[in-house]
């Protein structure tokens, strides 16, 4: 079966155009005759034109490849994402569009964690639930103990931590989450951001004003929030923990 996607030269328009000529002594065929050069000066604005139509067929059709239509890809599918700033290189639209082409979405920690390491953070998750009599304890949660052995709840099930690690006897576990309070507690989790985003200041042209200006800003992560915002589930709530931010090394940040 022959390639759809074969693009025809203005050679090969000449070919079918002169087969479709009348034939007889006033039609040389004679590559050197003024008809035929005339046949293959015309036919080169047809090749002009399938070239073109090919490579928007070819590249401008598939958003991994698209540069001239890429603006018009990006009106469609929303972006530049208003919770972050616009990509700057067409390779980093183009990345950009694929994924919010292809995201289906999840509830899992694992899809929350993958959305923030895509715009470079390092993010850690904790969920809530109500205190249940029968599984937890009062007090701090401790049972003393050599840890040669796991906690289990009353029904003998080893006791997880929010990592889905087993809780040994004697370690203070990550249960004082699930306190006493509302049922409500179910509907929020933690999102503990590890490192802080920096913004030192810049001399020159569309720099800093000395005297207005700090010499770093360490500041929130709006673009992450508003992305897990905006991908959490409807019935949750996310509270934001920034303590015990680090810088990344002294020059973290630095252009």
Known sequence: MPDKHVTR?????????AALLPKGQAWPRDDDSVLMRVVRGLSQIWGLIETRASHLLESESDPRTTIELLPDWERNWGLPDPCYDEPLTIGDRQIALVQRMTIEGAQS????????????????????????????????????????GTQRDWFGYPLLNPRGLPVADGELSDWPNYGLGPVENRYYWKVHVAQARLTWFRCGGGGGQCGVDPHLRIALATDLECLLRRWEPAHTQIIFDYSGLTTGGSMAGTP
């Open 9 to 17: 030269s203005g050679d090969d328009y000449a070919e079918a155009f």
């Open 109 to 148: 920690r694992a899809f929350f964690i993958g959305i923030a390491a895509q715009i470079g953070y390092v993010i850690s998750i904790s969920e809530y639930r109500p205190f249940m009599c029968g599984l937890d304890r009062c007090g701090d949660n401790r049972i003393y103990g050599d840890a040669s």
